[in-house]
């Protein structure tokens, strides 16, 4: 990811609260930004916050970055529970925005040097100009990013989009400018990446389910089309009219 040492370290499926919904957010349509409010907590700290079983919250968040690195805590094509407005699929920001916690600890320059190298990345791997940038505030009125509100007048915001406009503008991959049809291709690429390891999930979760030979397929099949993410064991009737709707090729 650039210049930012970016670590990838998932909190567990499970994790108490519902920190980590897995719902599928595979086609995310912004990147919401977002200070921890925690002046000493670096994103270590945060990360192994969202997994430490004395955390009593549902907030959760995709990436967080320090001074000195990046930590992917949620996959990015699952959502996370960032922007306070509700869980409406295709409407509210905790279910189409990628989050981005930036800590407050340390040197913030620095930080804020790693936060527009994150963004411009994540906004030139899927072809997205500055437009595509929202604020907690945005979303729900929480006075977030907080260290960019300036008494209202958003001026460390402001400034903000003018470093990732200025990076975007320069921001290659392997050395190499890209161009608009090379950022949709790689897109669609990652967006492969996404469902394969969305597979792969399953496939892991289905070796601890014990789910009925005879419903395997359209278990299958309603993961594939988004139905099911993270199925988990149920009742006999439940596989019975999972089966049935299969068969008449409704999923």
């Known amino acids: 990811m650039g210049a930012v040492n970016y670590i990838i370290d998932h909190i567990p499926l499970g994790t108490p609260c519902n920190r980590r919904p897995a719902h599928p957010m595979l086609q995310p349509t912004t990147i ?8 000493s907590s670096t994103a270590r700290n945060e990360r192994d916050w969202l997994a430490n079983p ?4 549902t907030a959760s968040y995709h990436i967080v970055v320090d001074e000195h690195q ?9 959502n996370s529970w960032h922007a306070g407005d509700g869980s409406v699929p295709m409407i509210s920001g905790n279910r189409t925005s990628i989050s981005i916690e930036i800590c407050e600890s340390g040197n913030y320059e620095r930080t804020l040097d790693q936060a527009t190298e994150l ?11 500055i ?3 929202r604020r907690h505030y945005d979303w729900s009125g929480k006075i977030c ?3 960019m509100y300036d008494k209202g007048r958003w001026t460390g915001w ?25 950022k949709a291709l790689l897109e669609s690429i990652k967006t492969t990446v996404q469902h394969l390891a969305q597979r792969v999930e399953y496939l892991e979760n289905k070796q601890r389910m014990n789910i009925p030979a005879y419903a395997q397929a359209a278990v299958e099949a309603a993961v594939g089309a988004g139905l099911l993410y993270e199925p988990e064991e149920s009742s006999e009737d439940f596989y019975r009219l999972l089966t049935i709707i299969h068969r008449k090729g409704l999923i």
């Open 119 to 129: 963004v411009a990345r994540l906004l030139t791997e899927r072809g997205w100009g």
């Open 54 to 57: 004395t955390n009593n919250r």
């Open 131 to 133: 437009e595509r940038l």
């Open 145 to 147: 990013p907080r260290l």
């Open 158 to 182: 402001l400034q903000f989009k003018q470093r990732v406009t200025a990076k975007l503008a320069q921001t290659t991959i392997g050395g190499e400018t890209m161009t608009k049809e090379e």
């Open 70 to 78: 990046a930590i992917e805590c949620i996959p990015i094509w699952e």
């Open 32 to 39: 919401t930004v977002h200070n921890t409010g925690n002046p």
